[in-house]
């Protein structure tokens, strides 16, 4: 009855794909658009419906199909070496392994970016609202717009959070919101992560190796930068101090060597230039946490923490933690001490709370989502359940506390016996259940063996909250599912990643070819105009903070 | 600076240091053992790896190829190569805020390659892979140089670089302390130290065992003698302690060591230094081992592990 049906039936339709189109693709594409592919009802981002190029994958396209297939192998090649090299791996079961990098870029232009940009906004603002009232008076149960049992039933939810106020007001200092392309191309979310989000640092690394080994690619395209994320989060993470900390001693809190993103938060601590700390490094006394330093104690002010809620402190959460810092929360609460991304942030990304969004959206900012979610269903809801159980063999059922992609179950691929006993499991804990109908993600080119074949993609932009206004890294990470047919794109399940571009407004692109030699007698081209989308969107967020102080 | 982070410098200065030196000690080993037929490897080798502080296995007899196997290859034990390389790279991985990406990228391309070299090594002969690791080190002590800032970072490194190298010119010269005077095998100390060119260039081409001990103890000039690493050591210790104020003796116990263990060698007789040898290293080897006690203590405030697992509220 959802989307699912509809949509097949849109591409189904569509699916006659011209012959002369497949016989001009040269021999990197040959068999990409086999009408038999398991992937012809997702929508490609590089070919239409027609088999023509998109624009956005134009130059791309041009540049790459004459190619030998040679050639990008030895590019793939030095693409893993430097990884290898520069240590930029994730582990696995205790094993270091390079995250792979897949060759072929995937591209937004800048008026795709520019709604998503948008809606991510619009999306953080709302669940900060929304973050702000649930561990405050709880306006929006009281009005009952959300029931309380939702909130309370969420293992997130932390009672040791409640009136617990950011001195800045900032609970999500960092987002990484998951995008999905539907079968009709338009972006949904699919869940969003709002209590320690990973991967901005593959964003920064990928790109910085594309460059290397793809210089031509970037002569020819105007791509947004994303190297400074870290300036946005320091920035983030300085404001979020309270107001008589005159030079906040900013620290990353890592759980240590052995976590799978390691790489990550000692990558972003030193492009921020502080220190990168485990639980051991810190103690807190008086209500006052410390560094451990050569020369004694230092004071610590902000504390960008990597770990979960529930290591953080062994006196509030889980005892036997020994990544935490026995006191922390005590000391968040006395003000001496801000933690970032807030404690209990996990109310707001429950799958299940999720559905209420488009509620949440309307009732704290009075307008629609701008980024619409993906039908789910509810198993807690009676006949929402009903509906479900009768029609398992044809959704994808998830967890509500899931992540990493485990526990996620297939219906049209579960064997019988299983599905009897994810029935039993959901009826026994319905509240920890959603079922969504099975979203066919987009497909973008990868290169497979020695051509380049579509693979399943998802997309996870990453927004950083400084108190004032929100930035959207232009892009974020794009993981792709490398085995054939896959859906789930997790690392942990044997997903890559590919660089994302985010291609600069046309005007500025014409600016810039006007600025070249010969030309460049006219006007110089107006730093305004490239930065267009970007001035707009904080200028808007601005002026709305303004008008809510007022 | 944040004391993990010091104390990982403090070991990568030593872990490339030991891993570097290990490599010279047992290069010129196995080309003894090679060159010279008269020499009994089973022997050598047991020496060696009392010097180094290796378990020998009863039983069965060395000869050069287990001896590179186990010193060299296996990471079964902390004294091999390969386990001091990994150490280092570990304790890199954890301080990666406090070293240069150049430093890191040097000594993880070292760890990674150590596979394919080994293998090379194994058909080609273990000198390929001495040098492999002699290289490396000298191109991760050249990085650290050209891209660290001259902080406490920078003096933990040298202190641990330093620190080491006593250690390891103390076993070397102990792994030869019974040999006569006149022995060859004061060249392969000073070839292991890396001294040979300089030692002939000072002393005029005259060999003998109280020139070669007091060329690697006492010399000023040279950077691989003990005195030089010693001095080197107090040096760095002495620009950590940031409160100068205390006005009679030394401010901490590492600093007191060193110095006490610095004049010891400062003031000696250069003719008595053979007399008592063998205790005299001993003595030093005792030193360099408190030193690092007192090191720790001092800088690297570790913290007790509190159980939480009764933290009910009352």
Redesign the interface.
Known sequence: MWTMTRSRARTSGLRRTPARAVARLGELFDGYLDPARPHADAYDEMFGEDASVRAAYRALHDSIAPSQVAELTARAEALDRAFVDQGITFSLSGQERPFPLDLIPRVLTATEWSKLERGIVQRVRALELFLADIYGDAQIVRDGVLPRRLITSCEHFHREATLLKPPNGVRLHVSGVDLVRDESGTFRVLEDNLRCPSGVSYVMENRRTMARVFPDLFARHRVRSVGDYAVHLLRALRNAAAPNAADPNVVVLTPGVANSAYFEHSLLARQMGVELVEGRDLFCRDNVVYLRTTEGERQVDVIYRRIDDDFLDPVHFRPDSVLGVAGLLNAARAGNVVIANAVGNGVADDKLVYTYLPEIVQYYLGEKPLLPNVDTFRCWLPEERAHVLDHLDELVVKPVEGSGGYGIVFGAQASTRELNGLRRTIRANPRGWIAQPVVQLSTVPTKVGDRLAPRHVDLRPFAVNDGNSIFVLPGGLTRVALPEGSLIVNSSQGGGSKDTWVLAARSSTVDRELAEPGLATSAPASPAAEQGPELTTSQQQQQQQQEKGA | ??????ESLYWIGRYVERADDTARILDVTVHQLLEDATVDPDATSRQLLAVLGIDAREGASFDVWSLTELVAYSSDHAGSIVASINSAR?NT??A??VVS?EM??CL??MY?AVQERQAYARVMGPHAFFTFVEERAAMFAGLADSTMSRD?GWR?LVLGRSVERVDMIVRLLLSRVADRASSPGWVTVLRSAGAHDTYLRTYRGALDASRVVQFLLLDRLFPRSVFHALRQAEACLEQ?D?QPSVRVGARAEALRLLGRARSDLEFLRPHDLLDDLPRRLKVLQGTVRDVGEAVSQQ?????P???????EVV
Do not use: S
């Not at chain 2, 600076?1 to 010091?6: D, G, K, V, Y």
């Not at chain 2, 800088?299 to 913290?303: D, E, L, R």
């Open positions: 600076m944040l004391a993990r982070n010091a570990e991985r954890g990666r805020e990406t890191w990228e993880n391309a990674n406490d933990f950590l940031h800088y690297f405030h570790t913290a592990w509190v159980a939480w697992t009764n933290a």
